[in-house]
């Protein structure tokens, strides 16, 4: 699915463009009574530092002139910019700011949500749609770190065993289930968009603490992580 | 990865303490740790090895150094990645070397 | 004499770092809480995952600390890794200390638990800034041979203040990955001298990444962060304001800069050659009056 798809889909009511560039956009949907902003990428876009400060700007703007507004990220990334010029200028400390302006509008009461729908890769998920309250995906989305050839090689372990493991292990290789075993990803969706949008944002007003370890472990995709945790908690 | 146990007389270590551990699970290195146990004139040693086969070199460099050093009543595991014979003593002569500069209390 | 923060070991960092007999260890590796995921791939384990936690005091205060061991994995972050890593900041948040100390040493995520350690890594950022709007000052200090990447340069940049000696790297991808993909004229990964003037600690130093530059001398690190301790902690809507400008200036003013050099000339340093040659004393004596503040 692509951008021009995805957004009447997810806004029946209406969908306003403010600014769009080739690979990324920002504007407002209505649900209900509810107006969205909207902070996306798309067709499969780099991040760089220009898109991480489009991206910041926007959330910015909107903590300034929208408290509480619902703020929704929408993905297709396949990664970080892989660029000498980005990494001289520090792309790091750019994804990370985006990072920081994200936590901030959370801390000032605005729902921040997810939606991966076409790829979300690594470095280029990061700073954006991970750090929402709640993380989804299109059930025909791709979430990774890696394919699983050039994890072979990196490793050094062959690609037979990766991909044998990958059978019963939701722990190294892509995939959106796997995402959602590791506790990441909420829920996949499908079918009615709309009706899941409204439901993320009825869920997504309640603010709440990062809930992923705890829905790793039910999960069983990360049986150690809170177990972990919670041990240099309590240790003497 | 490969296990290999050893169990080896030695003279009694005779200070009490916490746990040290030496090394650094690195190509051509190796992670130390040595712990108190029961056994009083023995050290128990445990190797967990990326390098296949070479049992007969691990047991000469074992029983070397239990015959050279204080390491009765220790336990001591080891994570190695390809680590020499050389490096191997080192670690676990820096780790007894460890163990005898402090105590608890 | 000296003794050389990047060819120390974790331990050996953070020992140095802290006051002496300080350091108090949670989860040793005597607790055994190793990677269920590398023994599934039959690889070697540390019995601390590859990183070492604790409490222990710095100028006389408490802190928490943590130390990435370089040397195992590269350092990279797995599932029990960050797992320590999201407890010691979770404690953090209910002790309070003058500081969270993270001596980082790291590639980012740890390929066999990819996704746990992307999803760790996530976590962690989180963690962070949630701490930091509580008022918890994060010390970061970078100097080891894995260097600073991936996830754990975005973690980096999410630290109040970061201290690196010339040593240290700090990007997003590593110089190999982006020849992989775009040719070696995009980026000579064998080309030292390039790769320590575009990620290298005088570079993020000049462009206003980082807070401190010192010698690869444990003792310097751990002066640097004592003097860190009463900078002012918090995160604030100013704050980024502040800093979405200066990224943005940035951004735009060298827009045109192909080799870092240019950027150096252009924040007035006289001669971009000689800056490898200086100490660090005489490089931030020089750098100083010119670098871009953040």
Known sequence: MNREQLLPALFPSGWTEQSSTAHAFTGTGQ??????????????????????????????????????????????????????????????GYMAHLAKCVEIARHRGHPIISLVYGQAVSGGYLTTGMMADACYALADAEIKVMNLPAMARITKIPLKRLEELAAQSPVFSPGVDNYFRMGHVLEVWSDDLAAHLQQALATASIPQDDQRMRLGQDRGGRKL???????????A | ?????????????????????????????????????????????????????????????VEDFSARRHAGGLSIEINDVGATPAVVSLRLDQAIEVWEEHSNG | MANSYFDSSARERLLATVDAGTFHEFLPPSARVASPHLRQLDQPVAFDDGIVI????????????????????????????????????????????AAVVLILDSGGVRLHEANAGLVAVSELIRAVLAARLEGIRFIGLIGGAGGCFGGTGLIARCCDVLVMSEEGRLAMSGPEVIETVHGVEEFDSRDRALVWRVTGGKHRYLIGEIDELVEDDAAAFRDAAIRLLSVPGGLSLADVEREHAQLQRRWTRFAEAEDPTDIWRALGVADPAQLSMLTAAEFVALAAPCRSHS
Do not use: Y
């Open chain 2, 1 to 61: 990865m490969e296990e290999l146990k050893f169990d080896l007389p030695s003279a009694a270590q005779t200070i009490a303490r916490d746990p040290v551990l030496v090394g650094v699970v690195a190509s051509g290195n190796c992670e130390v740790l040595v712990e108190q146990s029961k056994a009083v004139g023995h050290c128990a040693v445990t190797v967990h090895t990326s390098a296949h086969g070479f049992a007969p070199i691990w047991q000469a460099v």
């Open chain 1, 225 to 235: 992580a809170r177990p972990v945790a919670l041990r240099v908690l309590a240790h």
């Open chain 1, 31 to 92: 649900v209900g009574d509810t107006t969205v902003q909207v902070i996306g990428s798309s067709d499969a876009a780099e991040v760089g530092g220009d898109l991480a400060l489009f991206m910041a700007r926007s959330v910015l703007d909107t903590v300034r002139d929208h408290p509480r507004r619902p703020i929704l990220f929408l993905l297709d990334t396949q990664g970080q910019r892989l660029r000498r010029h980005d990494e001289m200028l520090g792309l790091n």
């Open chain 3, 54 to 97: 604790g409490s222990a005091r710095l100028g006389g205060q408490p802190i928490l600390v943590a130390a990435q061991e370089g040397g195992f994995l590269g350092g990279a972050i797995g599932e029990v890794h960050g797992a320590k890593l999201v407890g010691l900041i979770d404690r953090a948040r209910v002790e309070k200390p």
